[in-house]
C-alpha cells in the first residue's frame, strides 16, 4: 500500500513567480486535502475535495491560490505572483470518506520564495 | 471557534524518564481528536484517534487518553527516536466538514 506522494519535494522560486504542486492520495481515499505549515506551528488547513468536487475553502486561500482534483484522483495546487509569505511547507492528505477515518499526510512540498 | 493548546511547548527528558504532552482542546461537538508525530522535514504521521472521554489507545511506549477538556500523551520510558513534534489536532460539528484543527505542537528531544 503506497502512501500519499507529493511533488516536487522542495522548490525555490523568485517573488512573483507562479508555482505548481501535484499531491497523489492513497488511491481508495475519495477525499483529499492541502494544509499550509509554517515554521513553529501546526498545520493550517487550506481545502478539501470529495472526489472532484472542492467543498470547501479557507479564508487563508487568496485567489493567488487555485486547487484542483479534474478526476478525482490526483490533485494541484497553484499559486501564482507568489510572494515571500507564501514560504511554507505545503502537506497534501488523503482519508476515506466519512468522519471515522483519519486523514494521512503526504511529505510535503517545502516552498522558499526569494 | 474550534480552538487546540498544547503544553509545554518543548520538552527535554533523559532516556527513561516517563512523561506526558498536553492538549486541550475548545469545540462544539467533538467528532475526534487526533495525535501525529512529524520528523523535521516530513509530514506528520499518524498516531492515535480518540473519539469520547474516557477512552484510551496505546502504541509501543505511547498511551493516549482523553476528557472533555483535554488529551494526554504518555511516554513511557522514551527512547532517543521517540525525539519528534507531537501535534493534537480535532474536528468538531463547528469546523463544518472535516478540515482538522491542529495545535502548535510539543517538540519532544530525549536524550542517551
Known amino acids: 500500500d503506497t502512501g500519499v506522494s507529493q511533488d516536487p519535494r522542495h522548490k525555490i522560486t523568485k517573488r512573483g513567480q507562479n508555482v505548481t504542486f501535484r499531491c497523489d492520495p492513497i488511491s481508495e481515499h475519495n477525499r483529499l486535502y492541502w494544509y499550509r505549515q509554517t515554521l513553529g506551528q501546526g498545520p493550517e488547513f487550506l481545502t478539501y475535495?470529495?472526489?472532484?468536487?472542492?467543498?470547501?475553502k479557507s479564508r487563508l486561500l487568496s485567489d493567488r491560490f487555485s486547487a484542483e482534483r479534474p478526476k478525482g484522483s490526483f490533485s494541484t495546487l497553484e499559486i501564482q505572483r507568489t510572494e515571500q509569505g507564501d514560504s511554507a511547507m505545503y502537506l497534501c492528505?488523503?482519508?476515506?470518506?466519512?468522519?471515522?477515518?483519519?486523514?494521512?499526510f503526504g511529505p510535503g512540498t517545502r516552498l522558499t520564495v526569494t | 471557534e474550534d480552538q487546540v493548546t498544547q503544553s509545554p511547548e518543548a520538552l527535554r527528558l533523559q532516556e527513561g524518564e516517563s512523561s506526558s504532552l498536553n492538549c486541550s482542546y475548545t469545540v462544539s461537538g467533538l467528532r475526534g481528536l487526533f495525535w501525529y508525530r512529524q520528523d523535521p522535514g516530513k509530514g506528520p504521521e499518524f498516531l492515535f484517534t480518540?473519539?469520547?472521554a474516557g477512552e484510551e489507545k496505546e502504541k509501543e511506549r505511547l498511551k493516549a487518553t482523553l476528557t472533555k477538556k483535554e488529551s494526554f500523551l504518555h511516554i513511557t520510558a522514551p527512547k532517543p527516536e521517540d525525539s519528534a513534534t507531537y501535534l493534537c489536532a480535532v474536528q468538531g460539528t463547528t469546523s463544518g466538514t472535516y478540515k482538522y484543527i491542529f495545535g502548535t505542537g510539543t517538540r519532544l528531544k530525549v536524550l542517551a
Open positions: 492528505a488523503s482519508s476515506l470518506a466519512g468522519f471515522d477515518y483519519e486523514q494521512y
Open positions: 480518540l473519539y469520547s
Open positions: 475535495f470529495q472526489n472532484e468536487a472542492q467543498l470547501e
